[in-house]
C-alpha cells in the first residue's frame, strides 16, 4: 500500500493541505512532548509555527511517495537496531578494559540523491555505535567504534528498507 501525498503550491489548496498536515503533526508532536498540558500551549503555538515554517522552506512541498507497509517496517527495524546497539555500546562502555577497535568505513550507498541519503545519513548517526562523517556522491562515510562488528552488513539492511520506503532500488 502506497501513500501518495502530492503537496502543491504552498499558496494554493494543496499548499493549505501541505500547511494542515505539518502543523498538526508538530502540534502532535507538541502535545506528546509537553505530556498533554495545556498550561504549555502558550509556548507549543510558537514552536508550532516556527517548526511549520521552517520546515516548509526547509522541504518545500512537492510530491511524497512513502509507503505503509516499508514505514513500519523501516521503524520496526530503526527501533530493534537501536535499542541492541545502545545495549551493545553500555556493555563496551562497562567492561572493566575496553576492547574497541575504532575506524572509519566507506560505503557506496545505491539510494538515489536527496531524501533518502539524508535519511541513511542521519538515521546512522542515531544508531549507537555509528556516526555518519561525510556525503559525497555516492559514498558515504562512517566512524564506527568497533570495526570487528558487522556495521557494514547492518547499513546495507537500512539501506534496503530506506529504498523500499521510497519505492526505489537498492
Known amino acids: 500500500m502506497k501513500v501518495g501525498v502530492t503537496e502543491g503550491n504552498p499558496r494554493g489548496t494543496g499548499g493549505t493541505a501541505t500547511l494542515a ?29 516556527a517548526a511549520t515554517w521552517a520546515s516548509l522552506r526547509l522541504a518545500p512541498p512537492g510530491a511524497l511517495n512513502i509507503r505503509v507497509v516499508p514505514l513500519l517496517r523501516f521503524l520496526a527495524f530503526f527501533v530493534w537496531n537501536s535499542l541492541r546497539g545502545g545495549a551493545q555500546v553500555a556493555f563496551m562502555a562497562l567492561r572493566p578494559r ?27 548517526g542515531l544508531m549507537p555505535g555509528t556516526l555518519g562523517v561525510r556525503l559525497d556522491a555516492a559514498t558515504l562515510r562512517l566512524h564506527v567504534l568497533d570495526a570487528r562488528l558487522p556495521v557494514a552488513a547492518e547499513a546495507r539492511a537500512l539501506e534496503a528498507h530506506i529504498a ?5 532500488a537498492a
Request: hydrophobic share 60%; no cysteine.
Open 21 to 49: 498536515l505539518r502543523a498538526g503533526l508538530f502540534a502532535l508532536l507538541w502535545w506528546i512532548l509537553a505530556e498533554g498540558r495545556l498550561d504549555a500551549w502558550w509556548l507549543g503555538a510558537v514552536g508550532v509555527a
Open 98 to 124: 575496553p576492547d574497541l577497535a575504532p575506524a572509519l568505513l566507506e560505503l557506496e550507498l545505491v539510494l538515489p540523491p536527496g531524501t533518502p541519503r539524508v535519511l541513511m545519513l542521519n538515521t546512522l
Open 164 to 168: 523500499r520506503l521510497f519505492g526505489a
